[in-house]
T-cell receptor
Framework: SQTIHQWPATLVQPVGSPLSLECTVEGTSNPNLYWYRQAAGRGLQLLFYSVGIGQISSEVPQNLSASRPQDRQFILSSKKLLLSDSGFYLC?????????FGQGTRLTVV | GENVEQHPSTLSVQEGDSAVIKCTYS??????FPWYKQELGKGPQLIID?????GEKKDQRIAVTLNKTAKHFSLHITETQPEDSAVYFC???????????FGPGTRLSVLP
């Protein structure tokens, strides 16, 4: 069966520090991978999606970047965090059309 | 591009009553309509989905209906229980999963 791992579960980082969130998927090949952000009490904002290794599409220009170094690995990064980067970050995988989410990372920038 | 609207934004029901959440979409190319349940502090979980060649699908207390002509679909929860309290998201996508758009969510509270 397919599973998705996302870590860490919670993270507190100072303004200006770098960020690296990792997501891996098991049990499937060549999935579409996504990063979403969710502000408190709000909906799901698509940040990046990838249909293959090294292929990244950005939906919202911002302080973040994504990379897909391996088929089932998706990384969200920032060189310098802003206060506005705080939120709940969700990784998702899809073998179209079905999509499944990880458990999320709660990021607080202080 | 696709636009998905969802109503109501909040919904309170008494335990045992039914709850209905409605969504509309704009892109006639969409043919896959999933529903997700998100509990506090967790990722959204797929609870039911429907494809455009089906008008209704049921799984125990949960059912989804689709009217492709009118471009709207609904989630029905019967005999609600306190553990049904969560935020529910609808979404619309095509078969290629490259046009996956979520509604803004509905916060459902089931009162004991």
């Amino acid at each position: 069966s397919q599973t998705i791992h996302q870590w860490p579960a919670t993270l507190v980082q100072p303004v200006g520090s770098p960020l690296s969130l990792e997501c891996t998927v098991e049990g499937t090949s060549n999935p579409n991978l996504y990063w979403y952000r969710q502000a408190a009490g709000r909906g799901l904002q698509l940040l990046f999606y990838s249909v293959g290794i090294g292929q990244i599409s950005s939906e919202v220009p911002q302080n973040l970047s994504a990379s897909r170094p391996q088929d089932r690995q998706f990384i969200l990064s920032s060189k310098k965090l802003l206060l506005s980067d705080s939120g709940f970050y969700l990784c998702a995988w899809s073998v179209p059309p079905e999509a499944f989410f990880g458990q999320g990372t709660r990021l607080t920038v202080v | 591009g696709e636009n998905v609207e969802q109503h109501p934004s909040t919904l309170s029901v008494q335990e045992g009553d039914s709850a209905v959440i409605k969504c509309t979409y704009s892109d006639s190319a969409s043919n896959y309509f999933p529903w997700y349940k998100q509990e506090l502090g967790k990722g959204p979980q797929l609870i039911i989905d429907i494809r455009s060649n089906v008008g209704e699908k049921k799984d125990q207390r949960i059912a989804v209906t689709l009217n492709k002509t009118a471009k709207h679909f609904s989630l029905h929860i019967t005999e609600t229980q306190p553990e049904d309290s969560a935020v529910y998201f609808c979404a619309a996508a095509d078969n290629y999963g490259q046009n996956f758009v979520f509604g803004p969510g509905t916060r459902l509270s089931v009162l004991p």
